[in-house]
């Protein structure tokens, strides 16, 4: 799976700190922004210095994912994966991830058009013991059609509601000395368009999507299971 970033992503309005004179309003460099600290110059030869970021235009990750089902018209899905970096300063990587599904169109009988599900997924993704950790919820439903049996092509949309929320902490010394950065994302609500297909022979299928909403993505992956 993989986020893309937009330029807009890359910078923000950074206002000085209290205390910092004259207060000034600069573009400084987000999480994802340039790996260079923006100086800026003040009273008597002063200077403020907002951090760099990790200069990313994407965010990738292979996770494995197991699901079962289907009882009763729902199924269970697992994520996880533990990555050790080996890198002192980043540390390691971890994802966990559950949801449930719940097929809808059994309720309206045979010859309901498509196949209809609703369900949610939450998430968890941290990086080091307090570099990064991040919390998502996804609550929505999906559609799709089947054509086939033996050789089954599937696309399929979903439209869902997502809350993201995010906590940073790290040290930086762009002013010369360490300093201790922290700030947090608020949990935040934003709608998601999801669109797909299926490709399935036998016990194994491929899946690709492509996801609009807050953050713009995609993710693929290979399945294996009756």
Do not use: C
């Not at 807009?8 to 573009?27: H, I, K, L, R």
């Not at 729902?74 to 890198?87: H, Q, V, W």
């Not at 979903?158 to 949990?187: K, N, R």
């Amino acid at each position: 799976m993989a986020v893309l970033f937009a330029d807009d992503d890359a910078t923000f309005e950074a206002v000085t700190e209290d205390g910092f004179s004259p207060e000034q309003t600069v573009d400084a460099p987000t999480v994802i922004g340039v790996g260079e600290a923006t100086i800026v110059t003040g009273d008597e030869g002063t200077s403020f210095a907002f951090p760099g970021g990790f200069d990313l235009n994407s965010f990738a990750l292979a996770v494995p994912q197991l699901r079962i089902g289907n009882y009763m018209g729902t199924e269970a899905t697992i994520r996880y994966i533990a990555i050790n970096t080996g890198d002192v300063e980043i540390g390691n990587i971890s994802l966990i991830g559950f949801g449930l599904r719940h097929n809808i169109n059994q309720y309206f009988g045979e010859d309901f058009p498509v196949d209809l599900a609703g369900g949610f997924f939450w998430q968890s993704f941290t990086i080091g013991d307090d570099l990064l950790d991040s919390t998502a919820l996804s609550i929505g439903v999906q559609a799709s059609k089947r054509y086939g049996t033996t050789f089954a092509f599937e696309p399929y949309a979903g439209l869902s509601l997502d809350s993201f929320g995010m906590d940073v902490s790290y040290e930086s010394t762009a002013s010369g000395e360490p300093e201790q950065t922290d700030f947090s994302f608020d949990s935040e609500m934003s709608a998601r368009l999801t669109l797909g297909a299926t490709l399935s022979a036998s016990v194994v299928s491929a899946n690709a999507e492509y996801f609009v909403g807050g953050q713009s993505g995609f993710s693929f992956g290979v399945s294996f299971g009756m």
